[in-house]
């Protein structure tokens, strides 16, 4: 449970012992002041996970890739899922509602947003700065 903070969970260069992905699995991450989860240049699982009422984003993934799957992305001041140049983020079955945007990805990395679950604001703008890079469903 990461709650009640200025930022929730900042993995900025986090790099794991064995060269996998860091690992986010059957957490609570809310009420944070700045985004719940953000991440830079490393690449980042969130799995199962309760992502709800951050100041900002609920999931920022900057220069780097996440693989978001199962989660609820509830009630962010600011998108859901945000995964901005060189992206490469693949964002399944979740459920993202009550956001100011659903999903927010570009940047020159294809990224895949497929089989989730969208009642926000505005669901969200689906793009890249290159046509092809995006495969949504």
């Known amino acids: 449970l990461v709650t009640g903070n200025g930022a929730g969970i900042d993995a900025d260069l986090l790099r794991s012992s064995e060269r996998t992905a860091n690992r986010v699995v ?18 980042l699982e969130v799995r199962n996970c309760t992502v ?3 100041g900002n ?3 920022y993934v ?3 890739g996440a693989e978001v799957a199962g989660c609820h992305i509830e009630r962010n001041t600011g998108t859901g899922v945000e995964s901005s140049d060189r992206g ?13 945007q659903g999903v927010v990805v ?5 990224s895949s947003v497929r089989n989730n679950y969208f009642n926000n604001t505005d669901n969200g703008f689906f ?3 290159v046509a092809g890079l995006l495969n949504y469903e």
């Open 26 to 43: 059957d957490s609570t991450v809310s009420a944070n002041l700045a985004n719940g989860i953000s991440l830079r240049e490393t690449r």
């Open 52 to 54: 709800g009422e951050n």
């Open 57 to 59: 984003d609920g999931i």
């Open 62 to 64: 900057e220069h780097g």
């Open 88 to 100: 490469g983020s693949d964002i399944h079955g979740n459920w993202i509602t009550g956001n100011g």
């Open 106 to 110: 570009g940047g020159d990395w294809s």
């Open 127 to 129: 793009g890249a700065s």
